[in-house]
């Protein structure tokens, strides 16, 4: 297999204030590097845009990975193709689950790879059989324990853990809330993805919305957005509610925190008087013990047709920066995923 | 055994605006009321005097518990003696645990009655052998989950719940902080409950003094008084930490969200990257299957010396309403009791 010699990667230009814009990132070329005894050297075919990635480019990281640095690719999980091994785990021309980040090539000794066989669509390793779909078993099935005929509510309904969340909690027999920003999503949600109702965030009142569809209050509601959307759900929080939490995709842009009021006081009576539970998982801590039996269930049921996963394609390693801000601001739908090569 | 015919309660005269004022309250002469078949006349002994009550006062009341009607008799645990008796199942002299209110005499059909036997020190089963006391067993235990060598927080360090949240935290092999108001309370705190330390909430940088005080992070923090000390705590919250929330008593008197900035984005986003596990309780849902193991637990522990019970009494039940709002503003020291009675 040949392999060029100059290859692209968007690296962080500057640290974002708010929302990143094209200027935080910057597209160069640099020489691919050649793999040392016992590393491979990867070819990106399709690399995962997620969330957690605003976080790395705030120069605080992260309490489980540290900030990128400047001038360094951002990273990102990818699938990739070996292109050349010097490992002897890894022959040239296999496809992995790797860490390679926002660029053409990169190394790797072959710790955090995972093979994927013969995969029939492997971009479904960064989404439906992958870290996302993950999160939404993880904290849906063992944080938010729904149980038949309970009221579940998430947000970013038709994204990569939301839509997810959605239909497992359907498989269980729950009632499913879901609030997506535009009406096409919510469409999708119900007819395609079988949540009982969908709210479009864009629209006016959307707690009273809300209330009016979760009658019976809500039981599990999987953050993954905070904000309004976070608002809204308090008050109906029923006895006993969990309440995992994922994300607060909300929050991500900020600098500093918001004027007020002081929500936390409202949260916190909420907790105490309701016994809600509310956990933080971050989802690096379960593969060790859940991987396998999510990775059984979830492809018997996307087989089965039981859980259906949409991947919105963007074409182009360049094109990674502008999809990444549409992602923070909701444009996404399904999936976000950047294919990088063909083979 | 005679009684009075007339007899004196305190009701509720207004619904207070943030802090209690005696004007809220209302010392009355009422008729001793009749026992009718299958009911027990009461004579309060102790009352008990507890945060949750700032809750009954407002028209909302609570999801455990109704507002105290306007005109109404405040309600409140009591040890009482019964005075007549037309229920077969108590007889006159026996002393009960009750729920006989702000009130010399109260009626009981005996079903929300425990009789206490020759209990030593009765007025033990309103704070270190009662609900106080059982608040912080399940609370640190069921929730906080202390191991050996973590690091407990727990505020108002003296109070009711605190000293034994402390004291059982200390024997489960813990190091414990605790914050109180007033140098005598902390160095009481150290002293006589054994805590590894004990800061005064009134001196400057609270945050600062606390992160000295833990410097290896917070594991659990009971969460009784929110407010600035919550503040304090979640920077300091570990990984995996857990935060059992009984009580948020500093915001118990807000009419209204208070001013910003906006606190509830950190908090959030801190339970997410720590994996932080909140979770709320009432301690009402937990007597059923915890108040046995309770009570043989906190009985040895308070005869071997190891937990040590300080009760903050006051004669009286006029002096209940200045009593109860010097317990919301942190004046007390040890569990609040009125003595209404001696026999």
Known sequence: MTTATTHRRVVLAARPHGLPTPADFRLELAAVPEPDEGQVLLRTLYLSLDPYMRNLMDAA?????PAVRLGEPMVGGTVSRVAASRHPGFRVGELVLANAGWQDYALSDGSDLTPLGDLAQPSLALGGLGMPA????????????????????????????????????????ARVVGIAGGADKCRYAVEELGFDACLDRREPALAERLAAACPDGVDVYFENVGGEVLDAVVP?????????????????????????????????????????????????????????????????WIEAGLVRVREDRVDGLERAPAAFIGLLEGRNFGKLVVRVADA
């Not at 990281?61 to 990975?65: L, S, V």
């Open 134 to 173: 993950f999160t939404a078993y993880v904290g849906l099935l063992d944080i938010g324990q729904p149980r038949p005929g309970e009221t579940v509510v998430v947000a970013a309904a038709t994204g990569a853990v939301g839509a997810v969340v959605g239909q497992i909690a359907r498989l269980k027999g």
């Open 61 to 65: 990281g992260t309490a489980y990975a």
């Open 236 to 300: 109906l929080l029923n006895l006993g509610a969990r309440v995992p939490v994922c994300g607060v995709i909300a929050h991500y842009n900020e600098d500093a925190p918001p004027a007020g009021p002081d929500r936390l006081p409202r949260l916190m009576a909420t907790v105490l008087q309701r016994r809600i539970r509310m956990q933080g998982f971050i989802i690096l801590d379960h593969y060790a013990s859940r991987f396998e039996a999510f990775r059984r269930d979830m492809t018997q």
